[in-house]
């Protein structure tokens, strides 16, 4: 067994400019490429962690940087709050030449991870960062014997429906719009049994004069793993054997090229409300481009022995 070395180390709130607002994320900054730590000691240090995501971060030869992403279960290829979380650890670690030389070309930066390069954009003036969403793998239907189980494990009215579709881009969700708002956020988990290994998201529109977001957007997945409830309140809150968590970046930017017909260029969805926190992610269509974005803070810095 190798001998342990520290590294650096940061844990930051994603979609959020205030602290312990949004959705925590933990990043292990390795000076090489994963620097000799096994896959096994990543997941375990993650699993101990026990926040919905851990990331380790190194140099990369195809890429500004490498990102590796584990849930306390499993290594994820991408995901979408650990992207923004890690790209700004990356740009936090910059000396002030390098940062000049991000703004100037655009506040372009390229992560390497499972799925390959993935790109992403750094707006200087405002901090936000955004990364270009993959493209639908499904979209189709949901079948309505579905839409009834799901409305029956979460006291959703069935007239409230308006819409079901499969909005596959990497996780498997599908995605209920529902007729506003307030529906959203009336859902409750009354019935875990006809929800057991779905993913499940739901969205409503606000009236302008409620929130300044377009969306309120809420999702439930089935417990992945031993995690029980989330120690520091974050991503994940443990509800009758069902984790109710922050809607994934991805299942937002598969909202978003649901809706991309009728919604404006720029807007934003607030999430996470019913965990008592504020989180806001940003929407831009660029072309045919999807880009999912947001503040990110940081909430704690030093160094981990691994």
Same mark, same amino acid.
């Given at each position: 067994?190798?001998?342990?070395? +520290? ?43 026990? $926040? ?17 992403? #584990? ?35 655009? *506040? +372009? ?21 955004? #990364? ?36 596959? @881009?990497? =996780? ?30 739901? #969205? ?6 409620? @929130? ?12 992945? *793993?031993?995690?029980?409830?989330? =120690?520091?309140? *974050? ?5 009758? *054997? ?7 970046? $991805? ?5 978003? +090229?649901?809706?991309?017909?009728? +919604? ?43």
């Amino acid at each position: 067994m190798s001998k342990p070395r +520290t590294y650096k180390y940061n844990q930051v709130d994603v979609f959020t400019s205030t602290p312990y607002h949004g959705n925590p994320l933990a990043v292990v900054q390795l000076p090489s490429d994963e620097d000799n730590i096994s896959t096994s000691s990543m997941l375990r240090f993650a699993n101990w962690m026990n $926040l919905s995501e851990t990331t380790f971060l190194s140099p990369s030869t195809v890429a500004d940087y490498k990102v590796r992403i #584990f849930t306390p279960v499993e290594e994820l290829p991408f995901a979408g709050h650990p992207t923004l979380g890690s790209a700004y650890v990356y740009l936090q670690s910059l000396d002030d030449s390098a940062r000049a030389a991000t703004i100037a070309r655009g *506040g +372009t930066i390229t992560q390497e991870c499972g799925i390959g390069v993935v790109h992403l954009k750094w707006d200087a003036s405002s901090d936000v960062l955004s #990364f270009k969403a993959p493209p639908l793998t499904r979209f189709e239907d949901v079948d309505e014997s579905l839409v009834h189980r799901v409305c029956s494990g979460l006291a959703i009215d069935r007239n409230d429906v308006t819409a079901a579709k499969h909005i596959v @881009n990497g =996780p498997p969700w599908f995605a209920l719009r529902l007729k506003n708002s307030d529906a959203v956020l009336k859902a409750r988990l009354a019935d875990t049994a006809p929800l057991k290994d779905l993913y499940i998201g739901v #969205f409503g529109e606000y009236h302008h004069s409620q @929130n300044n977001a377009r969306y309120e957007v809420r999702a439930f997945a089935p417990l992945a *793993g031993d995690v029980g409830e989330d =120690p520091v309140t *974050g991503s994940l809150k443990w509800v009758d *054997g069902f984790v109710s968590c922050f809607s994934d970046a $991805l299942y937002s930017a598969g909202i978003a +090229t649901w809706l991309k017909d009728e +919604t404006p260029a720029q807007y934003s969805n607030s999430q996470g409300t019913k965990l008592g926190r504020q989180g806001i992610v940003s929407v831009t269509q660029t072309g045919d481009d999807i880009w999912i974005g947001g503040s990110v803070t940081k909430c704690i810095e030093g160094t981990v022995v691994l």
